[in-house]
Structure formats: structure tokens, C-alpha cells
């Protein structure tokens, strides 16, 4: 393999440079003489930067449940094909450590399989425990994934003909702080007000979804640095979701319409609070593969993020997050490049230039 060179205004700090990259596939500001001859520009104007991240997605999932590797392929080529080359996977099925060995497919950070209540969740996707068996359960999730371990914190109770949590609450911090001691990361996914709020009092790492965040709530992540991850793009099925319960269940889809109307207001307070936003899309349950760019314009658009925020947030602050490089000295390779500046039209991340992916041109 023989080495790349690119010119063009890098991001974020906005200044046109030159980067190469080796025949190792790594990133070189400054490289040796025999780089440098052996480069070939594959880049000459534009805008460049750090691959984008997905911070909620699901390779290896559809609506029924776990899917066979061709399928698992294309999602990740979907992915791939408009910029996203870090995912992370936010409960699977299936096992897509396969992935990893192919160098044209996106890197993922997976959580392992939900962790659910009994006969409380989407019917094939999690694993289903009762409170008494959480905390093993989170052991086990935990060895399954890269550093992340995922909970489903609420979902709709039939006897309760409502959100409720999932946990008790005394039981979901006991979890959350055996897999700090494991040295894992716990997100959950929270639709309602409570047990969003008992999560994070008890010590949760990230909050996906978070559309029943309260002002008190809000508060309290910024002050202890809970990520949000709200997959904008997925909430506006929380109407069909109503629909779906019809008369049998009025009080949630009463709820879900409300949480629905407040989310932009509500997701936006915590911007404004400071709380660490990034971009995720929920692909693989409902909705494809391949959204990044919608999920950054409706953080802007939508929610208030200003722009750059908004695509930092999946691009070079995410890959913070989640301990991953950018485009360093020394860093893989991993890239994509617009025509367009995206800072100026957040449109101009459904259209990129060029993808390098571990230091191979592949898109």
C-alpha cells in the first residue's frame, strides 16, 4: 500500500494544511522524504475532517430482531458510504465481532445485548432478566462489548398502561457501579421523566433518548458530565407509537404525543445547560442505516445546537468521547472530505467528497 496526501482546510481548527498519510495507514503531519514521494493526492481543496461517529446504532439488527451478515454488511457499508466510520452499537442480537476483521467496513464499540426487563421490551432484541438478575446480567453484558454496557431503563407496563422504569432504583445503581468497577461504561435507553431521573442519580454514564429530562435532571448532568445522546431523527416515530396503542393503552400514547410536542424544548434546555450532546441515529430497529447527516442537522436545526457544535458532536468531539482519535499525529487514518464547507450548510455531510478508512480510499 502506498501512502496519500490531502490539502484542504482541516477541521476543527479551520486552517488549510497538508496531511499524509503512511503506508501503515497513519496519519503524518510532517512525514519523512520517502512518504512524501511515494504519496499520492487524493485530496486538493475542500474541507476535511475526522470520521464521523454514530453514537447510537445498531449493526446487526432490524425490526424483528438480530440478521444475517450479508445484511449486517450492508448496513455497515451504508454507514461507511456517507462518513461514519466509528459506530457505537448500542445493543445487538448477534454477534459482529466479524466486523473488526474486515478493513473496509467501519470500526464498532459495541454494548452488548440490551439488557431488559422481563416480557418488558421489543420482542428478540434483548436479554430479558428480573431485577434480581441485573447485576449478573450486567457482568455478562459487559464482557460481551467493547466498554459500553446498555440498560433499558423504561418502556411502556400493561398493567400500569404506561412508561414505568424497568429497575428498581436502588437495584439499577447497584448495577451501574459493578460495571464501573469492571471499568465499563452503562447508557440506558430512557423515553419518560422517571427513571431517567433515578439513573442518573445513580451514577449512569449516558442517557439515550432523554425526552423526559426535567429541569432538576438537567441540572444534575452537567453537573456530573452525563452524556445525552437524543437520536433526534428517531423521536418523530413517538407518534406512531400513540397510534399504534390506540384506545387500549390512552394514558401512554397520551404520554408519548406529549413527550413528542416537548422534545426540541426539552433537548434543547440541555444544551444550553452545557450537558454533552452527541450525534446518534438509532438505525437498525425502525429506521436505516446511513443517517449521521439528518441526526446532525435536526441537533441543529431542531434542538438549537449551533452548527459547529452540532458536528463536532459527530465527528472530533464524539470520537473524544468515546476515547478515540482524530486526525492527529500518529492517528489511523480514518477521514472524510466535502466540497462544501459543513460548518457553513450542515446539508454538505449527505454529499462527501471522499472517505478514507484506515488509510484506504473507500468511498
Known amino acids: 500500500m502506498s501512502g496519500l496526501h490531502l490539502r484542504a482546510v482541516v477541521l476543527p481548527e479551520g486552517e488549510p494544511r497538508d496531511l499524509w498519510v503512511d503506508a501503515e495507514g497513519h496519519v503524518r503531519h510532517d512525514p ?24 447510537h446504532c445498531h ?46 467496513l467501519p470500526r464498532i464499540i459495541r454494548a452488548g445485548r440490551h439488557i431488559a426487563r422481563s416480557k418488558r421490551y421489543i ?12 447485576v449478573a446480567e450486567v457482568e455478562r453484558q459487559a464482557a460481551r462489548g467493547d466498554g459500553w454496557v446498555k440498560l433499558v431503563g423504561d418502556w411502556i407496563d ?33 423515553f419518560g421523566e422517571q427513571s431517567v431521573a433515578e439513573l442518573v442519580a445513580g451514577g449512569i454514564d449516558c ?25 433526534r431523527v428517531q423521536l418523530d416515530n413517538f407518534p406512531a407509537y400513540a397510534a399504534q396503542a390506540g384506545e387500549k393503552f390512552p394514558t401512554y400514547a397520551a404520554h408519548m404525543r406529549d413527550l413528542h410536542a416537548r422534545c426540541d424544548a426539552v433537548l434543547g434546555a440541555a444544551v444550553e445547560a452545557g450537558v454533552p450532546v452527541y450525534a446518534g441515529t438509532d438505525a437498525g430497529g425502525v429506521l436505516p442505516h446511513g443517517l449521521v447527516g439528518r441526526e446532525v442537522l435536526a441537533l441543529h436545526e431542531q434542538v438549537g445546537m449551533p452548527a459547529e457544535a452540532a ?21 489511523p487514518a480514518d477521514l472524510v472530505a466535502y466540497d462544501q464547507d459543513p460548518r457553513a450548510d450542515l446539508r454538505a455531510l449527505a454529499h462527501p467528497r471522499l472517505v478514507v478508512l484506515r488509510g484506504r480510499v473507500v468511498a
Not at 520517502?34 to 476535511?48: N, S
Not at 398493567?159 to 452503562?186: F, K, N, Y
Request: with cysteine.
Open 207 to 231: 442517557v439515550e433518548h432523554g425526552t423526559g429530562i426535567t429541569d432538576d435532571v438537567v441540572a444534575e448532568m452537567a453537573r456530573r458530565g452525563t452524556a445525552l445522546v437524543p437520536t
Open 311 to 331: 458536528l463536532g458532536a459527530a465527528s472530533w468531539a464524539a470520537r473524544s468521547w468515546l476515547g478515540r482519535p482524530g486526525l492527529e499525529e500518529g492517528a
Open 32 to 55: 519523512d522524504a520517502t512518504t512524501r514521494r511515494g504519496a499520492e493526492t487524493v485530496l486538493d481543496g475542500g474541507w476535511l475532517l475526522p470520521g464521523l461517529v454514530d453514537a
Open 123 to 134: 420482542r428478540n432484541y434483548g436479554e430479558e432478566v428480573e431485577p434480581e438478575q441485573l
Open 158 to 190: 400493561r398493567d400500569a398502561g404506561d412508561l414505568t422504569p424497568s429497575w428498581p432504583a436502588d437495584l439499577a445503581a447497584a448495577a451501574i457501579a459493578r460495571a464501573h468497577e469492571l471499568g465499563v461504561r452503562v447508557t440506558a435507553h430512557c
Open 59 to 104: 449493526v446487526g439488527l432490524d425490526g424483528h430482531g438480530g440478521v444475517d451478515e450479508a445484511t449486517t454488511e450492508a448496513q455497515a457499508v451504508a454507514d461507511r458510504d456517507t462518513g461514519a466510520l466509528l459506530l457505537r452499537d448500542a445493543g445487538v442480537p448477534v454477534d459482529t465481532h466479524w466486523v473488526d476483521d474486515r478493513p473496509d
